[in-house]
């Protein structure tokens, strides 16, 4: 299985201009085509902009992207991760442009193009560019009939989309992208909704009363879709342990205790698995809904830890009921995460409260 690179490899950029060639055959892409023998250094950000460049190069106005991008989407095979710098080429070409109308249509464009390959990465450079007439169109994809336009109108705006340059103007003004939410929190497609949960659950990063009433608007919507979204868009806040989101979601404050945190092992290689238990136990003298999630730190590269929390479970317990609990954590090295060898450490938390400790030593 090849690496996320190769998701842009030569065979890709092939297909690209071959349906490019056939869509407008007046322009030269041999440009394009001779970024394959380029590509293999390249990670799919610098293969992306490396075909971008040279349709930029090949197409020269935006006017001529706009003609010839619409003409290939007459052609199925125009698609896939090659369209990422196709979108990437209009933007850089409607921003060169500098008019009104070259902008607006740009927004039109990725919004055909999306249904293809997503233009959520493309589009935050207009947002960058003019985040307010920007977000005047992406209202109007709200109540658009395919669900990919609708969901780039989310994914496109989120605060801290992955892989994506930030838009300064999205964080300061944190309420500008609410009426989007707003709009799409209970749409019918599970894809839509998952986006707007995953925006709205960046907003409580540095929003968090803003989230707060949102959500408490979509409970009353009375729906399994909202309810879903609203659980989703408060995650990282129940995991936070603040008080209004665990009220939302119906968790109740409780004394508890844990008790018997063990794992079988202190030490382990990677790739490898922690298996762990312990028992909570309600100790007061009222019923409890329990949220009960377990931190991990990790081990840095300098040797100082870095602490995430992960979900564990829901459970409910009456006064004076105990209840034992177990979980299992992997530790692989990923692209997303590098381990490094060291001694490690795992919480419980319960409704936002740590309890326990146990540390273990993790062998590369």
């Known amino acids: ?96 442009d500098g008019g009104t109308p070259a902008f607006d249509d740009a927004l039109a464009l990725l919004a055909e193009l999306t249904p293809r390959l997503t233009s959520e ?57 609410l009426p989007l939410l707003d709009a799409m929190h209970n749409d019918e497609s599970e894809y839509v909704r998952r986006s707007v949960a995953n925006h709205t659950n960046d907003l409580a990063r540095h929003a968090p009363e803003l989230v707060l009433e949102a959500a408490a608007r979509w409970q009353q919507t009375g729906t399994p879709g909202a309810a879903w979204v609203v659980r989703r868009s408060l995650r990282t806040l129940v995991k936070k342990g603040n008080p209004g989101a665990l009220e939302l979601m119906g968790f109740t404050p409780a004394q508890v205790s844990v008790t018997a945190l063990r794992t079988e092992t202190s030490s382990l290689a990677l790739p490898g698995e922690l298996v762990f238990d312990f028992v909570l136990t309600n100790t007061g003298d009222a019923p409890g809904r329990l949220s009960v999630d377990y931190a991990v730190h990790y081990v840095k590269a300098n040797g100082s830890t870095a602490e995430k929390v992960f979900k564990l479970t829901t459970v409910s317990l009456d006064p004076g009921e105990s209840r034992q609990l177990n979980g299992r954590h992997g530790f692989r090295q990923m692209t997303t995460r590098r381990h490094y060898a060291g001694t490690h450490a795992l919480e419980v938390q319960v409704n936002g409260i740590r309890h326990g400790r146990l540390e273990f030593d993790l062998v590369l």
Do not use: C, Q
């Open 121 to 177: 990465f493309a589009i935050r450079r207009l947002l960058r560019a003019d985040h307010e007439r920007a977000l005047a169109i992406i209202r109007t994809w709200t109540d658009h009939p395919n669900e990919h336009v609708r969901r780039l109108a989310s994914e496109g705006t989120r605060p801290y989309l992955p892989w994506a340059v930030r838009v300064p103007l999205l964080l300061a003004t944190s309420g500008a992208t």
């Open 1 to 96: 299985m090849g690496t996320m690179d190769d998701l842009l490899g030569p065979n890709e950029v092939k297909a690209l201009h071959d349906a490019l060639a056939a869509a407008a055959p007046g322009i030269s892409w041999d440009g394009v085509l001779a970024t394959r023998t380029r590509l293999e250094p390249l990670s799919l950000r610098g293969r992306t902009d490396a075909v971008a460049h040279a349709l930029v190069s090949a197409l020269g106005t935006y006017p001529a992207a706009a003609v010839a991008f619409r003409s290939a989407l007459e052609d199925p095979t125009f698609t896939g991760w090659a369209l990422w710098p196709v979108t990437e080429a209009a933007v850089t070409l409607a921003l060169a």
